[in-house]
C-alpha cells in the first residue's frame, strides 16, 4: 500500500499545516482547479485555470479558458432519450451531490415505507421521469483530491464543504478544520483516543493479549455505520480489508469523506433488505456507536450479521449496553444476550465499553436449539443466487455439509489460491490461472495507456469484475478496488471475498448508493454489450451518465466491449465531456477487444 506519511507535529502546529499546504499545492500543481466566483444569468462552462486563484481574481481572467456547447439546465430522463448537438445538460450547481437513489425528497413523498425499520434510508431509485438527466457539476472551487497516503489525514474543505461533522463530532476526533483543509486525527466514538489504540485492544481481547487482528485471522472486516471511515484506514497497515458503510442520513456527508479520503466506502445501510454481499464473507463484523438496533425483531439484523460472518468469525460490539447501567440499557444488553446465546454465538472479551462474540464453527449447538424451538434454520441456500435486494431473513443457515467450509490460507496467499467456490461455478484450475495472467497483461498495457503517475489513481471501481483478476492484478499498487458483479451475471462475488478482495452486488440499470465524484478509475469489461437490450429504462447513454456522476474530474473510464458498441461511445463521449483514445488489445476468450480510454474534462459553472 506504499510508505506511510506521518504528520507528527503538523496535525498541531499552524506552520506545519501551511507547509503541508504548500508541498500538496506542488504535488497537485497540474491538477490544481481555481476557485470559482458565482454563478451569472446565463452561466456557462469553462475549463478551470490550471493553477489556483486568489479569491479577488476577477471573471475577466478566465474569458480565454476553453468554452463548452453545453447548457445548464435541469433535465430529466424522458421515455425517449435523444442527446442534442449541444451535449448533455449540466445540472444546476446546486446539484452536485445529488445521489439519485437516496433523493431525500423523493423518498419523503413515498407513504408506505417502513420508516421504524429505516427502510427510507434504503436504496430508492425514482421512477425515470423523477431521475434527473444531466451531468452532475462539481462544488465551487472543488480541487483535484490529495494523493493518497496523505489524504488519509488530509482533504480540501472546498470538495467536501460541510461544517457538521466537525461541530458535533469534534470532540471525539472524526474530524477538525484546519485552514483549507480537513484533519483527521483518526478518532471515533469509542476510539476518541486514535483507532490505532482501539485496533491493538481488539488484537488483545480476540488473542488473549498474545497477538493482534491479523494473528487472530482477520483479513476482511464489514465495518457498519463507518462514520469517516477511520478504523478501517488504521486496519490497512495490518493489511486488513474492510468494506466501510453508512447511511445517507443526518451525517450526510460522512461517506463522502470517507471517499475523498480515499478510504473503500458505500451508502449503505442494515435496514429491511440483506446487504448486497455473499454469505460466508468476514472475520469480523464491527459496530462502533452505529446506531443499530440490533436487539429489535427478534434480532433479525443480528441473524444478518450471522449470514455474512465466515465460522469463527468476530462480531465486535462497542455501544452503551455493553457497559452502561443507566436507562434501558441493562435491558438491552440482556435481549442481545439471550439472541446470541440462541444463536450459539460465544461472548469472549467484555471490557473497556467493548463485548466481542464469535460464531460457531461447530452446528451441533444451533441444530439442538433449532430442535427446541429456540432459533429458526433458514431452508434455502442463499449461496446460489446473489444477495440483491433479497428481504431479511429471521433464520440462520447450517453448513450441514463440512466439505462446504474451506481452511482459507493467508491473506499474501490467497489472491492466486484455486478455492471451492470457483469449482462450484465451474472453473477450472487451468482458467483460473490462464485468467490471472491475462489481466496482468492487460493491467501492464493499461497502465502504459493512461500515462500517469500511478499515485494519482486511488478509488478504482471495476463494473464488471468476474473472478476478480483485474482487481489481484493492481494489488501491488497503492489503489482499493470495488468489485462490483451484476446480479443478473454468473455469482462470483464468493470467489472474490475468498480471494481476500471487497465488492458488492449490484444492477447498472440503477445509479449505484455513492457520492458524486467517488473514483479516479472505472472498468468496464464488456458490460454494456451484457445490457444491451435489456430494458427501455436501461439505455447505454444511462450506464454513461451514471459513471460521469460518479468518476472524478480528470479520472479515467476503461472500456472495453464490441466493436459496434464502442463505435456508439465515441460519437456520444464529447458531448459528455469526456476525450477518447482507442486502442487493441488480445481477448483471452475473442482474440481481440477494442479499449476505449475516455478522461473527464475538469470543467466548472461560472
Same mark, same amino acid.
Given at each position: ?246 447511511? $445517507? =442520513?443526518?451525517?450526510?456527508?460522512? !461517506?463522502?469523506?470517507? #471517499?475523498?479520503?480515499?478510504?473503500? *466506502? @458505500?451508502?449503505?445501510? &442494515? ?53 452502561? $447501567? =443507566?436507562?434501558?440499557?441493562?435491558? !438491552?444488553?440482556?435481549? #442481545?444476550?439471550?439472541?446470541?446465546? *440462541? @444463536?450459539?454465538?460465544? &461472548? ?53 455439509? $463440512? ?204
Amino acid at each position: 500500500m506504499g510508505r506511510w506519511w506521518s504528520p507528527v507535529s503538523a496535525a498541531v502546529e499552524p506552520r506545519s499545516v501551511q507547509l503541508l499546504l504548500l508541498g500538496v499545492a506542488l504535488v497537485a500543481a497540474s491538477f490544481y482547479a481555481g476557485t470559482l466566483f458565482g454563478s451569472s444569468a446565463s452561466p456557462a462552462l469553462v475549463l478551470p485555470p490550471s493553477r489556483p486563484r486568489s479569491p479577488d481574481s476577477s471573471r475577466s481572467k478566465v474569458a480565454d479558458a476553453p468554452m463548452f456547447t453545453n447548457r445548464v439546465s435541469l433535465t430529466y430522463r424522458m421515455k425517449q432519450v435523444t442527446v442534442p448537438d449541444h451535449g448533455v445538460d449540466v445540472c444546476p450547481l446546486k446539484y452536485n451531490e445529488y445521489v439519485p437513489c437516496h433523493d431525500a425528497s423523493y423518498i419523503r413523498s413515498l407513504k408506505n415505507l417502513d420508516r421504524s425499520r429505516h427502510e427510507d434510508l434504503e436504496s430508492i431509485c425514482p421512477p425515470r421521469e423523477k431521475r434527473l438527466f444531466c451531468l452532475v457539476p462539481p462544488p465551487i472551487d472543488y480541487k483535484i483530491p490529495i494523493r493518497w497516503p496523505t489524504s488519509r489525514d488530509y482533504v480540501w474543505r472546498s470538495n467536501v464543504n460541510h461544517s457538521h461533522l466537525a461541530e458535533v463530532k469534534g470532540g471525539q476526533n472524526w474530524v477538525h478544520e484546519k485552514g483549507e483543509l480537513w484533519w483527521f486525527p483518526g478518532g471515533g466514538t469509542h476510539f476518541k483516543h486514535g483507532a490505532s489504540e482501539y485496533i491493538e485492544r481488539l488484537g488483545n481481547m480476540t488473542t488473549n493479549s498474545t497477538g493482534d487482528l491479523r494473528s487472530a485471522g482477520v483479513v476482511q472486516v464489514l465495518d457498519v455505520g463507518c462514520g469517516v471511515a477511520s478504523f478501517s484506514a488504521y486496519l490497512l497497515p495490518l493489511d486488513i480489508q474492510t468494506m466501510s458503510f453508512a447511511p $445517507k =442520513d443526518g451525517h450526510e456527508n460522512q !461517506i463522502q469523506f470517507a #471517499l475523498e479520503r480515499g478510504i473503500g *466506502a @458505500m451508502i449503505s445501510v &442494515l435496514a429491511t433488505k440483506q446487504l448486497p454481499y455473499p454469505g460466508n464473507s468476514f472475520e469480523m463484523v464491527h459496530c462502533s456507536r452505529c446506531r443499530v438496533d440490533w436487539h429489535e425483531n427478534d434480532g433479525i439484523l443480528l441473524k444478518e450479521v450471522d449470514r455474512l460472518l465466515r465460522p469463527n468469525g468476530y462480531f465486535v460490539y462497542s455501544a452503551p449496553p455493553a457497559y452502561r $447501567k =443507566d436507562k434501558d440499557f441493562p435491558v !438491552i444488553w440482556e435481549k #442481545l444476550v439471550n439472541i446470541t446465546t *440462541a @444463536m450459539c454465538w460465544k &461472548l469472549i472479551g467484555k471490557h473497556v465499553q467493548t463485548a466481542i462474540w464469535v460464531k460457531p464453527e461447530d452446528e451441533s449447538c444451533r441444530q439442538k436449539n433449532a430442535d427446541m424451538k429456540l432459533l429458526n434454520i433458514c431452508e434455502s441456500n442463499e449461496n446460489v443466487s446473489p444477495s440483491w435486494k433479497i428481504p431479511l431473513m429471521n433464520c440462520v443457515k447450517l453448513n450441514k455439509d $463440512k466439505s462446504d467450509i474451506q481452511k482459507l490460507p493467508s491473506r499474501s496467499d490467497r489472491l492466486s489460491f484455486y478455492f471451492k467456490s470457483l469449482e462450484m461455478i465451474g472453473v477450472t484450475p487451468e482458467v483460473f490461472e490462464k485468467n490471472n495472467q491475462f489481466w496482468k497483461n492487460q493491467v501492464h498495457k493499461y497502465w502504459s495507456f493512461l500515462g500517469v503517475e500511478k499515485t494519482t489513481i486511488r478509488n478504482v471501481m471495476d463494473m464488471n469484475a468476474n473472478y476478480g483478476g483485474f482487481a489481484a492484478a493492481l494489488s501491488n499498487d497503492p489503489v482499493w478496488i470495488m468489485n462490483i458483479v451484476p446480479h443478473t451475471m454468473t455469482n462470483t462475488l464468493p470467489v472474490i471475498y475468498d480471494r481476500g478482495l471487497l465488492g458488492s452486488y449490484h444492477d447498472w440499470c440503477e445509479p449505484f448508493s455513492t457520492y458524486p465524484r467517488s473514483y479516479d478509475l472505472l472498468h468496464a469489461f464488456h458490460l454494456f454489450s451484457h445490457y444491451e437490450g435489456h430494458k427501455e429504462d436501461c439505455l447505454l447513454v444511462d450506464i454513461m451518465l451514471e459513471m460521469d456522476r460518479i468518476i472524478r474530474p480528470q479520472g479515467f473510464v476503461i472500456i472495453r466491449d464490441q466493436k459496434s458498441t464502442l463505435s456508439r461511445i465515441i460519437d456520444l463521449a464529447p458531448k459528455f465531456l469526456w476525450d477518447v483514445t482507442t486502442h487493441i488489445l488480445e481477448n483471452e476468450e475473442s482474440g481481440t477487444d477494442q479499449v476505449l480510454i475516455c478522461r473527464k474534462k475538469f470543467w466548472a459553472i461560472v
